[in-house]
């Protein structure tokens, strides 16, 4: 009878199972409202995006596109701002740029590499040690054009980081971590292929070629060089394992307050057949690894919109001292 109730938990527990376009449409329209409330309390001028061609930073720029239409603004106050670095691929490029024209949005491009390789040389660092510092110096770099481009222009810089990469913490302290306003905060991975899907599937043709390339790239961070045949050679997946894995992780540690042991019966039953009990084993050490390690970044996160029941915001959602250990929490 065990096996039966859980051979029924979904593997997207985050994904709608019903009503599920509608659901989509509520939570787009969520994310747009908060940006909304924020542009008009702040009195921003306009909206800096950072624009990398993934999923993350696409549905930003769609929800920021969506928020100053609804305000009366032009498109063009969106200022989707490109950065191409050595990671950067003519795939993502390209989607990011031509998805800006398509919306009508301002594109400005700003390479980071010479102010990458400027820092390097100040700080002391060989440019061809591609360790965390040559990988957070980009980010960091990228953040620091938003943000000044911002403060120029009278801007807000949105946020594009989702719940999945703060619950494991992949991403950059005080780099793509730190924004004036989070929009994808509580969506999870998993749920934004899905959200970004029904944007496609509801715009012009133009937009959904694009939005559909984006969807089937990749997920990576696009710091490390390309390889010789100019190809990305840094995939998130590949390192940390599948999002609709820990995606599930999250939900029923966070909603169901889930032990590891529970965790790993669970997605033994529900993942049978598509991964092995040793890849969840691993997944699961990981997951634990680094929600623990990585508190200390979701404990001073920006301002941002909840669309759902899990929410790892530190005012009042989430709360978990930084330094909590996680040793106990592996015995499973």
């Known amino acids: 009878e065990k096996n039966e109730i859980l051979a029924?938990?979904?593997?997207?527990?985050?994904?709608?199972?019903?009503?599920?376009?509608?659901r989509c449409l509520a939570i787009f329209d969520m994310q747009v409202a908060g940006l909304q409330r924020r542009l008009e309390t702040t009195k921003s001028k306009c909206?800096?995006?950072?624009?990398?061609?993934?999923?993350?930073?696409?549905?930003?720029?769609?929800?920021?596109?969506?928020?100053?239409?609804?305000?009366?603004?032009?498109?063009?106050t969106v200022l989707g701002i490109t950065m191409p670095g050595f990671g950067t691929t003519d795939l993502t490029y390209t989607n990011a740029c031509n998805l800006v024209k398509s919306l009508g949005a301002t594109l400005i491009e700003i390479s980071i590499k010479n102010a990458c390789l400027q820092h390097f040389n100040d700080i002391g660092?060989?440019?061809?040690?591609?360790?965390?510092?040559?990988?957070?110096?980009?980010?960091?770099?990228?953040?620091?054009?938003?943000?000044?481009?911002?403060?120029?222009?009278?801007?807000?810089?949105?946020?594009?980081?989702?719940?999945?990469?703060?619950?494991?913490?992949w991403c950059t302290y005080n780099?793509?971590?730190?924004?004036?306003?989070?929009v994808n905060g509580s969506v999870?991975?998993?749920?934004?292929?899905?959200?970004?899907?029904?944007?496609?599937?509801?715009?012009?043709?133009?937009?959904?070629?694009?939005?559909?390339?984006?969807?089937?790239?990749?997920?990576?961070?696009e710091l490390l060089p390309l390889d010789e045949n100019g190809k990305m050679v840094q995939k998130t997946e590949n390192t940390i394992g599948p999002y609709d894995v820990h995606d599930y992780f999250i939900y029923h540690?966070?909603?169901?307050?889930?032990?590891?042991?529970?965790?790993?019966?669970?997605?033994?039953?529900?993942?049978?057949?598509?991964?092995?009990?040793?890849?969840?084993r691993n997944w699961l050490g990981i997951f634990i690894k680094r929600f623990f390690n990585n508190q200390f970044k979701r404990s001073c996160i920006p301002d941002g919109v909840a669309v759902g029941t899990?929410?790892?915001?530190?005012?009042?959602?989430?709360?978990?001292?930084?330094?909590?250990?996680?040793?106990?929490?592996?015995?499973?």
């Open 188 to 221: 999870p991975k998993t749920l934004m292929r899905h959200l970004v899907r029904y944007i496609a599937d509801n715009s012009d043709e133009n937009v959904s070629k694009i939005l559909y390339s984006v969807i089937d790239t990749p997920v990576s961070p």
């Open 310 to 332: 899990v929410s790892l915001s530190p005012r009042g959602a989430f709360i978990m001292p930084s330094d909590a250990y996680y040793d106990e929490w592996l015995k499973f």
């Open 8 to 22: 029924k938990v979904p593997i997207t527990p985050f994904v709608p199972s019903r009503n599920k376009l509608e």
């Open 175 to 182: 780099g793509d971590h730190m924004s004036m306003y989070g």
């Open 47 to 76: 909206i800096v995006v950072g624009v990398s061609g993934g999923l993350d930073s696409t549905l930003a720029l769609l929800v920021s596109a969506k928020a100053v239409k609804n305000l009366g603004l032009p498109s063009k």
């Open 125 to 169: 660092h060989d440019a061809d040690i591609h360790d965390v510092t040559y990988e957070n110096t980009q980010a960091r770099e990228r953040t620091q054009i938003l943000m000044d481009y911002a403060n120029k222009v009278g801007a807000l810089v949105v946020g594009t980081g989702d719940l999945s990469e703060l619950a494991l913490g």
């Open 253 to 280: 540690f966070i909603r169901h307050h889930k032990s590891p042991t529970e965790l790993l019966e669970m997605s033994i039953s529900t993942f049978k057949g598509i991964y092995t009990e040793k890849e969840l």
